[in-house]
Structures are given as structure tokens and as C-alpha cells.
């Protein structure tokens, strides 16, 4: 299985200041039909979670623009731009390319 | 609006079986893979499950294989999962959702297994 790995594992970070998550996978995320299925979740305390990014870098209807994310192969990151207090609770990457699909272990955001 | 209701959670005993089914409306059922994902209390977020469109492929987590069986209805809308031989590490927070890239979820619903 893909093995998904995160860090930091949590973040404390000041309204309004720029946050950043790392996901690295044991495997190319690259598919043979040109597509890198890496994917983005937020889970807010006692809610489900949501999808944040597609694809690697594609938002979501109604994600605000503050979250951005980038990468190729196996490493990957998500970033927040400015963060604002909506943004805490725990973000997972989770691999679509290969199966078992494989979440990352969440890293959690809190504001400082 | 997408709309995903899971229903069939609730507390058993080791060893016991437990059907969990999510009723899904708001688009095209029988287009889309649809998927089980579960939260143990506390913990991340594990991938347990997907079935295909036509409900002929399936796939499962190791940690479920040969225990659960995953299956759809395309006519009613529902996607069930059986889960048989249950464990105290089967418990969790089961959440259905759609296609294999998670871009909705349900509230989901608590299987609790008790030794």
C-alpha cells in the first residue's frame, strides 16, 4: 500500500499569517492517463470532513482562494496564505491513484 | 444538493455482524464509484472501502478484507456495507462517500464493538 506521510503532524499559527503542510508518498502519484490524484481534506471538530483540493492544485466549489496547493511525484503541499480562525481543526492529504486509496495521519491546525 | 445519509450504526458485540447502508441523492447515482471511509475515535481518517459504478469491482482495505463486503443499488440510490466477524478496532465513525476522490461526504454513523 502507499504510504502517506504529513508534516508537521500540528501547526500553531497566528490569524493572518501564511501556514503550510507537507505530504510526501512512498509512490508516484502520476497516473497513466496524465492526471496526479493527490487530494486536500478539512475536518473541522465534530464535523465531517470536506474536500479542500483535487488533483493536486484544483479548489473546490466555494474553497476560498487563500488555499493553494502544488506539487508532483510523490511530494506534495498545501498552503494557506493567510490564516483566518475558520481554518483550524485537521487537514489530510489522501492518495486516489492507487488502491487501497491511503489517507496521510491529518495535521492538526491550531491558532496561536 | 448532494445529500448522503448513513444509517445502520450502533453498539454490538465482538464477533457480531452490523449492515450499515447510505442513501444518496442530488446527482446521477449509477455514475459514480461510491466509498466508506471510518474514524476510529480520536484518531485519522482510514479509507475501507469502494465499489464501481456498476457494482461489479470492488476494492477494500486489508484490514477489512474478507470480512466486509461492500454493495449497491443502483434503482434505490444505496450503497451498503456488510460488516461480518466484527473487532473492537471496528469502531468508528463510517462515513459514506461519493466517488473515489471524496468530493462529498454524509454525517456518518457510529459502530461501537464491544469484547
Known amino acids: 500500500d502507499v504510504v502517506m506521510t504529513q508534516s508537521p503532524l500540528s501547526l500553531s499559527v497566528t490569524l493572518g499569517q501564511p501556514a503550510s503542510i507537507s505530504c510526501r508518498s512512498s509512490?508516484?502519484?502520476?497516473?497513466?492517463?496524465?492526471?496526479?490524484?493527490l487530494n486536500w481534506f478539512h475536518q473541522r471538530p465534530g464535523q465531517s470532513p470536506r474536500r479542500l483540493i483535487y488533483?493536486?492544485?484544483n479548489r473546490d466549489s466555494g474553497v476560498p482562494d487563500r488555499f493553494s496547493g502544488s506539487g508532483s511525484g510523490t511530494d506534495f503541499t498545501l498552503k494557506i496564505s493567510r490564516v483566518e480562525a475558520e481554518d483550524v481543526g485537521v487537514y489530510y492529504c489522501?492518495?486516489?491513484?492507487?488502491?487501497?486509496?491511503?489517507f496521510g495521519q491529518g495535521t492538526k491546525v491550531e491558532i496561536k | 444538493e448532494v445529500q448522503l445519509l448513513e444509517s445502520g450504526g450502533g453498539f454490538i458485540q465482538w464477533g457480531d455482524s452490523l449492515r450499515l447502508s447510505c442513501a444518496a441523492s442530488?446527482?446521477?447515482?449509477?455514475?459514480?464509484?461510491m466509498s466508506w471511509v471510518r474514524q476510529a475515535p480520536g484518531k485519522g481518517l482510514e479509507w475501507v472501502s469502494a465499489i464501481g459504478r456498476n457494482g461489479v469491482t470492488t476494492y477494500y482495505a486489508d484490514s477489512v478484507k474478507g470480512r466486509f463486503t461492500i454493495s449497491r443499488d443502483n434503482f434505490k440510490g444505496t450503497v451498503d456495507l456488510q460488516m461480518d466477524s466484527l473487532r473492537v478496532e471496528d469502531t468508528a465513525i463510517y462515513y459514506c462517500a461519493k466517488a473515489q476522490d471524496l468530493d462529498y461526504w454524509g454525517q456518518g454513523t457510529l459502530v461501537n464493538v464491544s469484547s
Open positions: 509512490q508516484s502519484l502520476a497516473y497513466s492517463d496524465g492526471n496526479t490524484y
Open positions: 488533483k493536486v492544485s
Open positions: 489522501m492518495q486516489g491513484t492507487h488502491w487501497p486509496r491511503t
Open positions: 442530488g446527482f446521477t447515482f449509477s455514475n459514480y464509484v
